[in-house]
C-alpha cells in the first residue's frame, strides 16, 4: 500500500512540475463515445500492459467523445479501464501527451456554438503511457463513508480544472506583463 500512495504523491508531483514550472497545459478526458444507460459510469476505453524501448506501461486504445481543450492543451488526463473488471476498481487515469503516436482529434463539432470550442474529443490508438506517468483512481480500501469518499477520482477532477485555471492565469500574466512593458 505504501508503494501505490508514494506512486500517486510521484504522479501529483510530474502533473503539478508540468503545469507550474514547465508551463503546460493539462486537460481533462473522461467522457466515452459509447453512450448508454451506463455511460455515465462505465469506461470503455482499455489500458493493456506494455513494455516500449524496455520502459514498463500501459497501451491506450479509446475514443473520448468530449475533453476539455482538444489540440490545445499540452497533455491530456485520460480516463481507462484496466484489464480484469468492470468495477471503478479498475479505472486509472493516464497523463498522455497530445503529440504522442496513435493520438488524434475526433471529428469537430459541426454545431453552431460548439465549433470553436475545442472540446471534441479525441481517439486514442495503440498509445503508450508509462507506468510513470499513471495512476489508479481507487487504489486504497474504504474504511468508512461511501465510494464516493476515496480520493482518486477528486485529485483527477482537480488536477483537470487547475491545469485550465493556471493555464489562464499564465496567459493573463503574459498579457498583462507585455502591455506594461510596452
Keep these: 500500500r505504501r508503494g501505490r500512495k508514494i506512486a500517486k504523491v510521484a504522479i501529483a508531483r510530474k502533473i503539478l512540475t508540468r503545469l507550474g514550472t514547465d508551463g503546460r497545459w493539462i486537460a481533462n478526458f473522461a467522457s466515452e463515445s459509447v453512450k448508454s444507460s451506463a455511460a455515465n459510469i462505465s469506461i470503455s476505453t482499455a489500458a493493456v500492459?506494455?513494455?516500449?524501448?524496455?520502459?514498463?506501461?500501459?497501451?491506450?486504445?479509446?475514443?473520448?467523445?468530449?475533453?476539455?481543450?482538444?489540440?490545445?492543451?499540452?497533455?491530456?488526463?485520460?480516463?481507462?479501464?484496466?484489464?480484469?473488471?468492470?468495477?471503478?476498481?479498475?479505472?486509472?487515469?493516464?497523463?498522455?501527451?497530445?503529440?504522442?503516436?496513435?493520438?488524434?482529434?475526433?471529428?469537430?463539432?459541426?454545431?453552431?456554438?460548439?465549433?470553436?470550442?475545442?472540446?471534441?474529443?479525441?481517439?486514442?490508438?495503440?498509445?503508450?503511457?508509462?507506468?510513470?506517468?499513471?495512476?489508479?483512481?481507487l487504489d486504497h480500501p474504504l474504511r468508512r463513508g461511501a465510494a464516493h469518499y476515496r480520493l482518486g477520482l477528486f485529485a483527477m477532477t482537480a488536477a483537470g480544472h487547475a491545469g485550465f485555471a493556471l493555464g489562464v492565469a499564465l496567459v493573463s500574466f503574459m498579457v498583462f506583463f507585455t502591455l506594461h512593458e510596452g
Design 49 to 137: 500492459p506494455a513494455v516500449r524501448d524496455g520502459v514498463t506501461g500501459w497501451s491506450l486504445s479509446g475514443v473520448k467523445s468530449f475533453g476539455c481543450a482538444t489540440g490545445v492543451a499540452d497533455d491530456y488526463l485520460v480516463t481507462a479501464k484496466f484489464p480484469g473488471g468492470e468495477t471503478a476498481d479498475h479505472l486509472g487515469v493516464f497523463l498522455v501527451d497530445r503529440r504522442a503516436p496513435g493520438v488524434s482529434e475526433r471529428q469537430r463539432w459541426d454545431a453552431i456554438g460548439m465549433r470553436a470550442t475545442a472540446t471534441h474529443g479525441i481517439v486514442l490508438d495503440d498509445v503508450f503511457v508509462a507506468e510513470s506517468y499513471t495512476y489508479s483512481l
